[in-house]
């Protein structure tokens, strides 16, 4: 539906939209209209969730980043009108709890545990390595046949195999964790199907912990099984960390790397200009916008108002479900001017790709230090790259929590 519901008004059922919103047909990279329209008109609305609950829409990108940044506003998905994204994500984080879903102090002490590994000096310590990773991974498709999928060949390896590193991770084992990561982040996925993915995932990573506490090595899940044994940290919560940086240390970056490729393959002037620079200033800005411009993230950050907020015009209730909608947020013409448009000169680092507040992404430094060497490697060693079948039979990830494309047909 497209009705708009008045700020601070209520509405009857069938006034409310659904959301998520379907894209425009033809304009795979822009967040869905209604929400252009819902942004100018009705900035704080009810819509509908997959549950038939009636959570809050933000829209404005000053509203977003001040609720993210909100106390009064939680991020704990055991509460009952917490806004799932789908039937799946409820069974994961029922079954899985980790600290992305936790308030302050709780929140605090897991995360504290990893933040040292993400920290910037040690993500930049790992640039070589990404490099090599991103270089070899090149060379192989030189050397092998053509079209490549470049999901498979590049996007999906280089954060799999950086990640398995920093984990300690067998990367042999990537079409096992790959296939349920794909399971967990899928709306369409069943509650029955994500309880088993879910299940399959922490058991294995239990089973790494516990080759961890008896044989440790220099990755995090030894520095985690130590807190283990020091009694600092439960073995099933050591398992749930692990599980969570895993899949979030892959998928989301995969997704912007060949997102992002595609992008860029269809504004062919901002790929000229990034393919000819060498100087990391211009390629760290063109990170940030692809990031501002694909927002990946599409499903908007979901929250519950602790309190009573007065925000635009509106008072959130406490215990209200919200839904902050970063991806439309960084389209605000407020605060990015001409903001649908791709323009790698812009450097928009006040963007909320990542979020903002306490939860912001805790892994953003080592996603822009992998995204600055794709996008600084792979069009310098390819100059010539290109699709190899039309942009409309490029498979679109629409029935994903995280968008991009399942398969990126490629050639040069």
Same mark, same amino acid.
């Given at each position: 539906?497209?009705?708009?519901? /008045?700020?601070?008004?209520?509405?009857?059922?069938? +006034?409310?939209? %659904?959301?998520?919103?379907?894209?425009?047909?033809?304009?795979?990279?822009?967040?869905?209209? +209604?929400?252009?329209?819902?942004?100018?008109?009705?900035?704080?609305?009810?819509?509908?969730?997959?549950?038939?609950?009636?959570?809050?829409?933000?829209?404005?990108?000053?509203?977003?980043?001040?609720?993210?940044?909100?106390?009064?506003?939680?991020?704990?998905?055991?509460?009952?009108?917490?806004?799932?994204?789908?039937?799946?994500?409820?069974?994961?984080?029922?079954?899985?709890?980790?600290?992305?879903?936790?308030? %302050?102090?709780?929140?605090?002490?897991?995360?504290?545990?990893?933040?040292?590994?993400?920290?910037?000096?040690?993500?930049? /310590?790992?640039?070589?390595? =990404?490099? !090599?990773?991103?270089?070899?991974?090149?060379?192989?498709?030189?050397?092998?046949? !053509?079209?490549?999928?470049? $999901?498979?060949?590049?996007?999906?390896?280089?954060?799999?195999? $950086?990640?398995?590193?920093?984990?300690?991770?067998?990367?042999?084992?990537?079409?096992?964790?790959?296939?349920?990561?794909?399971?967990?982040? !899928?709306?369409?996925?069943?509650?029955?199907?994500?309880?088993?993915?879910?299940?399959?995932?922490?058991?294995?990573?239990?089973?790494? =912990?516990?080759?961890?506490?008896?044989?440790?090595?220099?990755?995090?899940?030894?520095?985690?099984?130590?807190?283990?044994?020091?009694?600092?940290?439960?073995?099933?919560? +050591?398992?749930?960390?692990?599980?969570?940086?895993?899949?979030?240390?892959?998928?989301?970056?995969?997704?912007?790397?060949?997102?992002?490729?595609?992008?860029?393959?269809?504004?062919?002037?901002?790929?000229?200009?990034?393919?000819?620079?060498?100087?990391?200033?211009? =390629?760290?800005?063109?990170?940030?916008?692809?990031?501002?411009?694909?927002? =990946?993230?599409?499903?908007?950050?979901?929250?519950?108002?602790?309190?009573?907020?007065?925000?635009?015009?509106?008072?959130?209730?406490?215990?209200?479900?919200?839904?902050?909608?970063?991806?439309?947020?960084?389209?605000?013409?407020?605060?990015?001017?001409?903001?649908?448009?791709? %323009?790698?000169?812009?450097?928009?680092?006040?963007?909320?790709?990542?979020?903002?507040?306490?939860?912001?992404?805790?892994?953003?430094?080592?996603?822009?230090?992998?995204?600055?060497?794709?996008?600084?490697?792979?069009?310098?060693?390819?100059?010539?790259?290109?699709?190899?079948?039309?942009?409309?039979?490029?498979?679109? !990830?629409?029935?994903?929590?995280?968008?991009?494309?399942?398969?990126?047909?490629?050639?040069?």
């Amino acid at each position: 539906m497209s009705t708009i519901s /008045a700020p601070g008004t209520d509405v009857p059922p069938a +006034a409310v939209p %659904d959301y998520p919103m379907p894209r425009a047909a033809g304009c795979p990279f822009d967040p869905p209209p +209604a929400l252009h329209t819902l942004q100018e008109q009705a900035p704080i609305s009810r819509v509908r969730l997959w549950d038939g609950t009636t959570p809050w829409l933000v829209t404005r990108y000053e509203d977003v980043r001040a609720l993210l940044a909100d106390p009064r506003i939680s991020s704990d998905s055991t509460h009952p009108h917490y806004p799932h994204q789908s039937p799946a994500t409820k069974e994961r984080r029922r079954q899985s709890r980790t600290f992305i879903t936790m308030d %302050d102090p709780e929140h605090a002490r897991l995360r504290r545990m990893v933040t040292a590994t993400f920290a910037i000096k040690q993500v930049e /310590a790992l640039r070589p390595t =990404i490099q !090599k990773i991103v270089d070899g991974l090149i060379d192989a498709m030189l050397a092998g046949p !053509k079209p490549v999928d470049l $999901v498979q060949a590049f996007a999906l390896p280089v954060p799999s195999l $950086v990640i398995c590193a920093l984990l300690g991770v067998p990367y042999a084992d990537h079409d096992f964790f790959q296939a349920n990561s794909r399971i967990l982040v !899928k709306r369409t996925a069943t509650p029955e199907q994500a309880r088993a993915a879910t299940q399959r995932l922490l058991d294995y990573l239990d089973r790494l =912990i516990g080759d961890k506490l008896t044989h440790p090595t220099d990755d995090l899940l030894s520095t985690l099984a130590e807190r283990v044994r020091a009694g600092e940290l439960s073995r099933r919560e +050591a398992a749930d960390m692990g599980m969570l940086l895993l899949i979030a240390g892959h998928e989301t970056t995969a997704n912007m790397i060949a997102l992002g490729t595609l992008a860029l393959l269809q504004h062919p002037d901002q790929l000229a200009r990034l393919r000819e620079s060498d100087d990391p200033k211009p =390629i760290a800005s063109a990170v940030e916008e692809l990031l501002r411009y694909l927002t =990946i993230v599409h499903s908007g950050r979901r929250r519950v108002a602790r309190e009573d907020i007065d925000i635009g015009g509106v008072t959130i209730r406490a215990g209200e479900g919200v839904v902050l909608a970063n991806d439309i947020g960084n389209r605000d013409p407020a605060a990015f001017p001409d903001p649908d448009r791709l %323009d790698i000169d812009r450097n928009p680092r006040h963007h909320v790709a990542f979020g903002f507040g306490v939860h912001q992404c805790l892994g953003q430094p080592l996603a822009r230090v992998e995204l600055q060497v794709v996008y600084s490697t792979l069009y310098r060693r390819i100059p010539t790259l290109r699709l190899a079948v039309a942009l409309d039979r490029i498979p679109f !990830k629409h029935d994903g929590t995280v968008y991009g494309v399942y398969a990126l047909p490629a050639t040069w």
